[in-house]
Structures are given as C-alpha cells and as structure tokens.
C-alpha cells in the first residue's frame, strides 16, 4: 500500500532532466531585454487595474509578470549551495521591485484617480492566509517548473501568489505619502516573495537536484539559521494579524446576534445601533417600553461570552436623559434616504416598463401600417382595410354553432375565456371571394407571427348616385323598355 502511494505522489515520473530546469530557472532570472519590458508594462496594467478597480485587469498583469522567476532562482539556488545564482537571482529581484515601485509611484502621480479603491486597500492587511498562499504557491510554481510538458499551473500559482499588486500598492503609498499602505503592501510583498523561496528549496531538496557546491555544515547552519529567523519574522506578525481579524468577525457576529435579540423584546423598539469593533462597544437606542435590568444584563453577557471580556453594551431610552440625538438623527435621515432611494428605484423601474411597452406598441402600429399598404397594392378592389387589436370570447349555448361556422383561427367549443385577437376589417368593390381571403389571411398570419386573427369582409359602402350613373354609362346603354 504504502509502495502503491509513493509511485503515485511520485515526482519523477515527468520531471525533466536536471540541465533543462537549471537552463530554464537561470534564463528568467537575467535582466534586461524582454524581462524588463515585460515588467514595465505588466506595472502600468496592474497599477492601472488597481486605480479603477477591476480584478480582470490586474489579474491580466499578475499573468504576463515575470517577478516569480527570480524568487524561484533564489529558493533553487539555495537548495543546489549555487550562491552565485543567489546573488544574480537576489539582485534581479531587487532591481525588478525597485523598477515597480517607481513606475507605479509615477502613474499615481499622474492619475487623477486618488481616492483608494478596495482593490488597493485589499494589499495593505497581510495576515496568515497570505502565508500559506504563498507557501503552497510557490510549492505548485516549481513543480511546474520542473516538468516536461507547460502547463497552466506558473500563471496560477502568480495570480494566487499577487506579487505585482504589492509592489503597485507600495507605489501608490509612495505618491499619495501613505505609509499605512506602503508599509502594509511592503510587508505583503516580502511575505509573498519568502515564502516562495521556502517552498521551492524545500522541493528541490526533496526531488534530489546535485548540489552545485558541497556546502560546509557551518554554512548549512546559517542558512537554516536565516530561513529560520525569516519563518518567525514574516509569520508570526502575519498569525496575529489573522488572530485579530478573526476575533473582529466573531464580535461582529455575536453584536449581529444581540442586535436580533434587542429587536424580538416586547413593548421596545430599536432607532439607532453603534458597532465600534476597535473599542468592543454595542450602542443601542430603544423607544417605547425601557429595557428591563434583567434583559439588559442577560445580553451584556451574551455579548462577553465569546471571550470578550472587557466588550460593553450600552442601552439608551429615548425617556432617558443625555440621549445622543445626533446619532439618532443620522439614524433617521439614513432611513428616510434608504426608503427614498428604493422608492426612486421602483419608479426607475416602472418607468422602464412602460416605455418598453410604449415602444413596442410603436413598433406594432408601423408594422400595420406596412401590412394595410402591401395589402392595398396586392388587392386593388379593396377600398378600406383596418388592422385593431381587440378581444374576443364566445358565448356557451352558441359555441358548438360558431365551431361550425367560423374559421379554424376562431376559440375553440366551449372556451369561454376572452382571448386577444388581431381583428382586420376590409371593405372591397366587388367584394372579394373565400380564396382571396384565404390567401390574405395566410400572409397576415405570417407577418404578424401566428397572432392570433379574425378577418372580417364587411359590405362595401353604398355609391353616391353620380358615381352609380357613372359606372352605367361605363358598362353600357340602358336597356330599360
């Protein structure tokens, strides 16, 4: 079983040959030439991406960046003793940073684009998940590199790893004076970059690489002094960074949970709430019947029971003195905003809805009227044609008669529900026969999209009495006796 795992984990299998790898980690970490190019624009995308916000943007430069390759030559160097490759590896890193950070400072001197989008403020609070994403990054970045076919897996583990976004917050920190961000974002950046390195020596010891020089036991002790020292300082910040943001959503859900319980109390009504997570402090204030002592001390202990022994919750009453009606105030103008907004947006929306439906009854009505002038060109006996909209419905005790008598288009026996037709009314001189309404029938069905149609011949309208001696003078003498 266990021989079973090991040739399924088994690295070796599509690994390339050791001079393949090694020629492929040392060409990315030269510098100049394509590298540097590429670096210069994939800044300007990223800081662009960051600047108006969009995740695709800056996920297309995490893409084309060439900034992992020099962290992997520096975690392959280590691990084959090839100090010179740390060196060029490290001082291609420092020159590609420094580069990123300039140009970046440069577009957000130039942006008119200031304020912080949530894009950037996402870089300034590394914590412990950042660590292991990087770590397990870097793990999946070097096996990649290491294998015989190209895959997808280097730009994935750079979009998860985000080294270029660091390095872009550091420069808008830079331009905008910003040092919460410059220094968040700096400290993002070495946790990313470090943590790369660490997963790939830790790999390449254990795929078995030659050494490229025997290093001595007490060379081997400082490095692992160095790659010791590094671990603690870049992890245990980032652990109680991630301790303090869990502690902040578990007040927040148990405040969430108190505020639900202040709602369901009989008599009471809550008009403004206060949830300071910094200082651990839920303030409510209630109308109608005061909060009973009992009640008020039960949820107070609710609210500490999570551990938060020093969180408070105060309790006003709008009868009680030194209420913060400014707060109170606020509360309301946002109510009365939320509402007029909502009502806004239903109107938007109805608004919306009647103009499609104004526009579509355009559309109907030109549509019409070409049918009424291709009709009228086809028929020339036709003197009057007119296309409505209407309904229809059919009486019960005269279904099974109309059944007989009208066409196949008319509702069926027995339907008694009024149903929408398209009704066409034509008046010809001569009138004309069942084909030639069959025929007109047939187009209009096909034009108006199987609408459901009742044609009607109505008879023709009497002729004045010139036109009538007119059209018999027309037709011949008159034969009367």
Known sequence: MFHALKNLFDLRQDQHDHDVIDHSIRAGVRIGGTNLWVLFFAILIASVGLNVNSAAVIVGAMLISPLMRPILGIGYGAAISDFALIRSAARSLLIFAV?????????????????????????????????????????????????????????????????MPPLCTVGYGLATHNWDFLLGAAYLFAINAFFIALSTFLFVKLMGFPEHEQATPTLQRRAHAVI?????????????????MVRDQMFLA???????????????????REVSVRARRVAVTLGGTPLPAAAQARLSGQLRSGGFSKATLVVRHVGQEKIDLVALREELKRDVYNSTIDELRDRASKADELNLQLSKMQEA???????????????????????????????????SQANESTPATAPAAGNQAPTAVTIVLIQAQPALDNGDLDRIKAGLGVRLQGARLELVQLPAPPQPAAVAQNNRRKSGPDKRT
């Open 228 to 244: 010791a020292i590094g671990v603690l300082a870049l992890a245990l910040p980032s652990g109680y960074l991630a301790y303090g």
């Open 365 to 399: 009505k030109a549509l019409q009227g070409e049918i009424i002038r291709e009709v009228l060109a086809q028929y020339p006996s036709i003197q009057r044609i007119s296309i409505a909209d209407g309904t229809a419905a059919t009486r019960p005790d005269t279904a």
């Open 254 to 272: 148990t405040s969430k949970e108190v505020l639900r319980e202040l709602e369901t109390e009989p008599g009471s009504f809550v008009l403004s």
């Open 99 to 163: 580069l990123s950070v300039l140009t970046s400072s440069l577009y957000f001197l130039a942006s008119p684009l200031t304020q912080a989008q949530s894009e950037l403020v996402a870089r300034t609070t590394p914590n412990l998940w950042d660590v292991l994403i990087a770590f397990f990054g870097g793990c999946a970045g070097i096996i990649a590199q290491t294998r015989r076919e190209e895959s997808t897996v280097i730009p994935g583990a750079a979009i998860a790893t985000a080294l």
